[in-house]
């Protein structure tokens, strides 16, 4: 069982950067595709960013040349969320897939951008 651990949450104002951090506290999450994914009251779960264990990138529309996700080492993976939108409110989840293996969630961290 995979067990994720995100931090770097917090409250920002618009314009301004935060970099998340998801770090797997049992497994090697280079075994895994990586995601960011975030939720707002009453709206479902979003997929914000994705790295395959390939390297390949996938984005929301509504990120694009904004967030960049990465692998930081062979136990984290990183968020860089930079020119943050108020729409950009929402609690961060990490998930970790892999096939053949039940997915994991983190528990979630929140970012809160302010005007």
């Known amino acids: 069982q995979v067990v994720l651990v995100e931090s770097g949450g917090g409250l920002v104002q618009a314009g301004g950067s935060l970099r998340l951090s998801c770090t797997g506290e049992t497994s090697i999450l280079r075994l895994y595709h990586m995601g960011w994914y975030r939720q707002t009251p009453g709206k479902q779960r979003e997929m914000v960013a994705r790295?395959?264990?390939?390297?390949?990138t996938t984005y929301a529309d509504s990120v694009k040349g904004r967030f960049i996700i990465s692998r930081v080492n062979e136990w984290t993976v990183s968020l860089q969320m930079d020119s943050l939108k108020l729409e950009d409110t929402a609690v961060y989840y990490c998930?970790?897939?892999?096939?053949?293996?039940?997915?994991?969630w983190g528990q979630g961290t929140q970012v809160t951008v302010a005007s």
């Open positions: 998930r970790a897939d892999r096939a053949g293996f039940n997915d994991a």
């Open positions: 790295i395959q264990r390939d390297g390949t």
